[in-house]
């Protein structure tokens, strides 16, 4: 089946935003077939079957962040009758017009002029000065026991708002993913896109450039992003390890997490569970952070041989640098004598050319390996810190730490694109 292409929406149609996301579910509704539920196909399919207006609100709170709303700060000029719509919604099953909220949600969405009447009515038997801050007021309704949630009459039975809630987020967070290929990016880059600020070159789509080819993949996304967002709110013992996958670019973003689960549970002082995610992770610097900590607690010949056997199996400069400083202080605590490791042989190659009559070497260069099929550009760095670096040096008069480099301050940037 062919992948239908999408067209930015005019932003003088009222229903520019409509007409983006009815385009982004038929593509993906195609272009990703196989990797949808039933239940979600028809969940889209009776979304698209939809009055404009009812469709147009759905997309509008989904623009919006979070997934609770209240009633009275749902205007727009294109939807007239948003009762209507919002009816017409719940029907479909894509929102709730009575959600069962937590009192702290209730804080949230209330004003501080409302918290007053909340507080007044829950706590008779206090006095609230109509001044009262709203984080003073929040932490006088939220102290207590825990209670389940319910709806907003059942907090407050003459609350001045009403609220409805979006019940389809999982759904469209898919969605946005699959789409996307990230988390990263919204829906206001179609906005954003259609005033010129931003561009994006095209390329083909094909079977085989799809970012997911099982639905086991964007499980393991969308869970990467559930633990991510977790770990901002809790301690590191309390996050589930992610699972793998068989998918480079999901695995290098599951170590990247695994790698931050350790970095916090170090933060938190957990030394063993900070070792146990650094050792399942294969993030760059992983293997040094778990070092670090083993410095401190492990014998320091057991430190030795474990930095040792890193930096004969590790390659990235960088990484070299801080495995050969932990080897040198864990062997002299040992006693043992190691030396410095090597540095690693730099492959050179020699291009004889002429010199050129006006220009940079770059320019000559990059001119010589250009041909019918490969551009090739150089570009100019001014390296400031290089260059402060270098004079601090100069002012200290001590050795330089690194031997003079070719070309230094300039990098040559290669771009191959093949002619179509």
């Given at each position: 089946?062919?992948?239908?292409?999408?067209?930015?929406?005019?932003?003088?149609?009222?229903?520019?935003?409509?007409?983006?996301?009815?385009?982004?579910?038929?593509?993906?509704?195609?272009?990703?077939?196989?990797?949808?539920?039933?239940?979600?196909?028809?969940?889209?399919?009776?979304?698209l079957a939809l009055s404009?207006?009812?469709?147009?609100?759905?997309?509008?709170?989904?623009?919006?962040?979070?997934?609770?709303?209240?009633?009275?700060?749902?205007?727009?000029?294109?939807?007239?009758?948003?009762?209507?719509?919002?009816?017409?919604?719940?029907?479909?099953?894509?929102?709730?017009?009575?959600?069962?909220?937590?009192?702290?949600?209730?804080?949230?969405?209330?004003?501080?002029?409302?918290?007053?009447?909340?507080?007044?009515?829950?706590?008779?038997?206090?006095?609230?000065?109509?001044?009262?801050?709203?984080?003073?007021?929040?932490?006088?309704?939220?102290?207590?026991?825990?209670?389940?949630?319910?709806?907003?009459?059942?907090?407050?039975?003459?609350?001045?708002?009403?609220?409805?809630?979006?019940?389809?987020?999982?759904?469209?967070?898919?969605?946005?993913?699959?789409?996307?290929?990230?988390?990263?990016?919204?829906?206001?880059?179609?906005?954003?896109?259609?005033?010129?600020?931003?561009?994006?070159?095209?390329?083909?789509?094909?079977?085989?450039?799809?970012?997911?080819?099982?639905?086991?993949?964007?499980?393991?996304?969308?869970?990467?992003?559930?633990?991510?967002?977790?770990?901002?709110?809790?301690?590191?013992?309390?996050?589930?390890?992610?699972?793998?996958?068989?998918c480079e670019w999901i695995?290098?973003?599951?170590?990247?997490?695994?790698?931050?689960?350790?970095?916090?549970?170090?933060?938190?002082?957990?030394?063993?569970?900070?070792?146990?995610?650094?050792?399942?992770?294969?993030?760059?610097?992983?293997?040094?952070?778990?070092?670090?900590?083993?410095?401190?607690?492990?014998?320091?010949?057991?430190?030795?041989?474990?930095?040792?056997?890193?930096?004969?199996?590790?390659?990235?400069?960088?990484?070299?640098?801080?495995?050969?400083?932990?080897?040198?202080?864990?062997?002299?605590?040992?006693?043992?004598?190691?030396?410095?490791?090597?540095?690693?042989?730099?492959?050179?190659?020699?291009?004889?050319?002429?010199?050129?009559?006006?220009?940079?070497?770059?320019?000559?260069?990059?001119?010589?390996?250009?041909?019918?099929?490969?551009?090739?550009?150089?570009?100019?760095?001014?390296?400031?810190?290089?260059?402060?670096?270098?004079?601090?040096?100069?002012r200290r008069r001590q050795?330089?730490?690194?031997?003079?480099?070719?070309?230094?301050?300039?990098?040559?940037?290669?771009?191959?694109?093949?002619?179509?």
């Amino acid at each position: 089946m062919t992948t239908p292409s999408i067209t930015l929406a005019s932003l003088d149609d009222p229903f520019y935003y409509l007409r983006n996301m009815q385009q982004i579910i038929r593509f993906c509704l195609t272009r990703y077939g196989d990797l949808w539920l039933e239940s979600e196909r028809s969940q889209l399919a009776e979304l698209l079957a939809l009055s404009e207006p009812a469709q147009g609100l759905l997309v509008r709170l989904i623009m919006r962040k979070g997934h609770l709303f209240r009633l009275n700060k749902l205007v727009y000029a294109e939807i007239p009758n948003v009762t209507s719509a919002l009816h017409e919604l719940a029907g479909a099953g894509l929102v709730t017009l009575e959600p069962a909220l937590a009192l702290s949600e209730v804080c949230a969405l209330a004003r501080r002029e409302e918290c007053v009447q909340l507080a007044r009515h829950r706590h008779p038997e206090q006095t609230f000065a109509a001044s009262a801050r709203k984080q003073d007021l929040e932490e006088v309704l939220l102290t207590g026991p825990a209670q389940n949630p319910q709806p907003l009459a059942g907090w407050w039975p003459h609350a001045p708002f009403a609220v409805v809630a979006l019940s389809c987020t999982a759904l469209f967070t898919r969605l946005r993913l699959m789409f996307f290929g990230n988390l990263h990016q919204d829906w206001s880059e179609f906005v954003l896109t259609e005033l010129g600020l931003q561009c994006f070159e095209p390329v083909a789509l094909s079977e085989h450039s799809r970012p997911f080819q099982h639905r086991d993949e964007v499980n393991a996304m969308l869970a990467l992003f559930e633990l991510q967002e977790r770990m901002q709110d809790t301690c590191a013992q309390n996050v589930p390890l992610p699972a793998p996958v068989a998918c480079e670019w999901i695995e290098y973003r599951r170590h990247k997490l695994l790698f931050q689960l350790g970095r916090q549970a170090e933060r938190e002082g957990n030394t063993a569970l900070a070792l146990a995610h650094y050792e399942q992770s294969r993030h760059r610097e992983a293997r040094i952070r778990a070092l670090r900590l083993r410095e401190k607690c492990d014998d320091p010949a057991k430190v030795t041989a474990l930095a040792q056997q890193a930096l004969d199996e590790i390659t990235q400069p960088e990484a070299r640098i801080s495995l050969g400083r932990i080897l040198q202080r864990s062997a002299k605590k040992a006693g043992m004598v190691v030396p410095a490791p090597a540095s690693p042989a730099v492959p050179v190659s020699h291009l004889p050319l002429p010199k050129p009559d006006s220009g940079g070497v770059e320019a000559a260069v990059a001119a010589h390996l250009a041909n019918d099929q490969v551009r090739v550009f150089h570009q100019f760095c001014a390296g400031n810190p290089v260059l402060s670096g270098r004079g601090g040096i100069a002012r200290r008069r001590q050795p330089p730490l690194f031997p003079p480099l070719l070309l230094s301050w300039l990098f040559i940037q290669y771009f191959t694109k093949l002619s179509a």
